[in-house]
């Protein structure tokens, strides 16, 4: 199956620092990825979709200038978690669909566990 | 709005059981769904999927049943192993092709 890579797995950075996430689609090219943040003991909750090649489209409530995505090529996404705060740890997992692919399957990435301090 | 959630947040088993997980949806849109497992500290993995004009699908281990009437999906894993213990989400799909997840249900195993 379709791979999907996240990298750093687990960050941790200071109050006021920036942290960028990266999100790949290995084997298959994706035109669109998706980022969820996930808290402790509960569901996925879509922030954002990323479009390749245009501006990401924001779920209601999810600050576009607090987190900036990139999909800036059909296998690269990144999430850049702007000044970051406390109240921003959480786990970001990333997710993808592309062409050629059963668009009812999405492939997750491994996420990425932010920890501010 | 609408919403997917789950009845049981919690649900413990004895290796060899067999394990229900049930999801109620509200969208009566919804036309596809998908149940997912999420290990402790990894990324969703799909399981099964089901779309609106079946009423049940199998797979290794897995089977999905979907009742549109009740609006109601529940996901049965026969022989339960450890290796099943995970939280298990329910998502639907309707016109848009992001699917929408449920509070999910954290499936223990006891060996």
């Known amino acids: 199956g379709a791979v999907v890579s996240q990298h750093p797995s687990r960050v941790i950075c200071k109050s006021g620092t920036s942290v960028k996430i990266e999100c790949r689609s290995l084997d298959f090219q994706a035109t669109t990825m998706f980022w969820y943040r996930q808290f402790p003991k509960q569901s996925l909750m879509l922030m954002a979709t990323?479009?390749?090649?245009?501006?990401?489209?924001?779920e209601q409530g999810v600050e576009k200038d607090k987190f900036l995505i990139n999909h800036a090529s059909l296998t690269l996404s990144t999430l850049t978690v702007t000044s970051a705060h406390p109240e921003d740890s959480s786990f970001y997992i990333c997710s993808a669909r592309g062409p050629g692919i059963n668009t009812g399957e999405l492939f997750f990435g491994e996420g990425s566990r932010l920890t501010v301090l | 709005g609408e919403s997917v959630g789950l009845h049981l947040p919690t649900l413990s088993v004895q290796e060899g059981d067999n394990s229900i997980i049930n999801c109620a949806y509200s969208n009566s849109a919804s036309d596809y769904f998908i149940w997912y497992k999420q290990e402790s500290g990894k990324g969703p993995q799909f399981i099964i999927d089901?779309?609106?004009?079946?009423d049940k699908r199998q797979g290794q281990r897995v089977t999905v049943l979907l009742n549109k009437t009740v609006k109601h999906l529940s996901l049965q894993i026969a022989a339960t192993q450890p290796g099943d213990s995970a939280v298990y989400f329910c998502a639907e799909k309707g016109g848009s092709y992001i699917p929408t997840f449920g509070r999910g249900t954290s499936l223990i195993v006891h060996p």
């Open positions: 089901i779309r609106s004009n079946m």
């Open positions: 990323s479009n390749e090649g245009s501006k990401a489209t924001y």
